[in-house]
């Protein structure tokens, strides 16, 4: 290379070089995250239910954990992770649900989701496939007419109790 293409390049970074110091970079324009799944402190969660197509759990907390309503008990943390998944997953993304349910594996048969805290429903929750890339789930918050997009670790979650499941 010349001593002029040098002399240029130099010239060329310095001013990209002024630039980047001068010039403040736009601000990111994220939207704001909405409020996650579960609304109320885990610790006040005191049954679940969940139905697949083909078998369905229902649980209690009880003074020493969580149980079945046969009686058998849950294997330790099982539930509590699903209720701290849902304490902190929030939707990534919002989409119409007006048509095409199907095509995001929500409706019938499906998967649902019912935790009660006492005797109030503090979640109802269809879940739905997972998206395309894996990285998310689509769900639907019983009584609402979009679907959402949260983060596959609820996929994971749910996996674990469908396996505990009898049926």
Known sequence: MTVRGTVALLGLFAVLAAYLMLVAPPAARLPPLGDPLLAVPAARVTSLEIVWPDRRLRATRE??????????????????????T?????????????????????????????????????????????????????????????IELVGALLHWEVEKLRAIAPG
């Open 63 to 84: 003074s020493d954990g969580w149980r079945l309503d046969g009686g058998a008990a849950f294997p330790a943390g099982v539930v509590e992770d699903l209720l701290a």
């Open 86 to 146: 849902l304490t902190t997953l929030r939707p990534m993304e919002r989409l119409a649900g007006n048509e095409g349910t199907a095509d995001y594996g929500l409706g019938s048969p499906g998967t649902s989701l019912v935790l009660l805290a006492g005797d109030t429903t503090v979640l109802q929750l269809e879940i739905g496939s997972r998206n395309p890339a894996w990285t998310g789930v689509y769900v639907r918050r019983t009584g609402a007419g979009e």
